[in-house]
């Protein structure tokens, strides 16, 4: 099984709370004025990338709290990147998951999209939310506007409502 990919970061800062592996995720819909990443864009574009490849980088890491995946749109690719989960999550490792679409939205996509229900249920963290130049907020921990979330993602299922994540 592969995932397109734009590239991966070893070890980052910026991506969610301690040190890092980052999988950038090829494809995105959105297309966000302004977008860190508009290079990931192209579902064409990137490179495929053998899951076993992407776990076996990741084992590599010694110094690493957990992984996120970015993108482009990691929801577009929600079955392989929810199969590396599982596998990131065996190695006890947290998992952070950006997304432009927000929690409400993938709710309902993830009726029609196994894959997205089960990358949902992978994440232990979702970021939500399209990126508004309008909310830019260069304060905020792990985010780039202020519509968006850190979802805790087992709370929010289990109270049946988005809780959001006290980690800053």
């Known amino acids: 099984m592969e995932i397109r990919i734009a590239g991966t970061v070893r070890e980052s800062v910026v991506d969610g709370p301690g040190l890092r592996f980052v999988i950038f995720a090829q494809g995105c819909r959105h297309r966000c004025t302004g977008c860190?990443?508009?290079?990931?864009?192209?579902?064409?574009?990137?490179?495929?990338?053998?899951?076993?490849?992407?776990?076996?980088?990741?084992?590599?890491?010694?110094?690493?709290?957990?992984?996120?995946?970015?993108g482009g749109e990691p929801f577009l690719q929600a079955g392989p990147l929810a199969r590396l989960g599982r596998q990131v999550k065996a190695l006890g490792l947290d998992l952070i998951t950006y997304t432009g679409y927000t929690w409400e939205k993938l709710l309902t996509l993830q009726l029609e999209d196994q894959g997205i229900k089960e990358l949902l249920l992978v994440s232990d963290y979702v970021v939500d939310g399209p990126f508004i130049t309008e909310e830019r907020d260069f304060e905020l921990p792990f985010r780039g506007s202020r519509n968006q979330r850190i979802i805790d993602v087992k709370n929010s299922i289990a109270d049946g409502k988005v809780v959001e994540s006290g980690f800053s």
């Open 36 to 70: 860190h990443n508009p290079g990931t864009w192209d579902p064409l574009g990137g490179i495929p990338v053998k899951v076993a490849e992407l776990l076996n980088q990741i084992k590599n890491e010694k110094l690493i709290k957990g992984v996120t995946f970015s």
